[in-house]
């Protein structure tokens, strides 16, 4: 896991969606943190996450059928 003040340092992997997130948090000067890890899976692998953050984090799920993806938070 790595965890910045700002964006990734690696931007390239990117995609659109979240580099223009950070671009739109960046122009509005709004400070924010990024935890980069792989998926997740179960709740225990949600734990380990959850240690490098200072508070209690959310859980997102994502569901995709071979159209649309879903978000339920």
Same mark, same amino acid.
């Given at each position: 896991?790595?965890? &910045? *003040?700002? =964006?990734? /340092?690696?931007?390239?992997? =990117?995609?659109? +969606? @979240? #580099?223009? #997130? !950070?671009?739109?948090?960046?122009?509005?000067? %709004?400070?924010?943190? #990024?935890?980069?890890?792989?998926?997740? !899976? #179960? %709740?225990? @692998?949600?734990?380990? +996450?959850? =240690?490098?953050?200072? &508070?209690? *984090? /959310? =859980? %997102?799920? &994502? &569901?995709?059928?071979?159209?649309?993806?879903?978000? /339920?938070?």
């Amino acid at each position: 896991m790595d965890k &910045f *003040t700002g =964006r990734p /340092a690696k931007d390239e992997s =990117r995609n659109d +969606v @979240e #580099t223009n #997130t !950070y671009d739109f948090l960046e122009k509005l000067n %709004i400070p924010y943190e #990024t935890l980069c890890h792989e998926a997740i !899976y #179960t %709740i225990a @692998e949600s734990e380990d +996450v959850e =240690r490098y953050w200072e &508070f209690h *984090t /959310a =859980r %997102i799920c &994502f &569901f995709a059928t071979s159209s649309i993806l879903y978000f /339920a938070y």
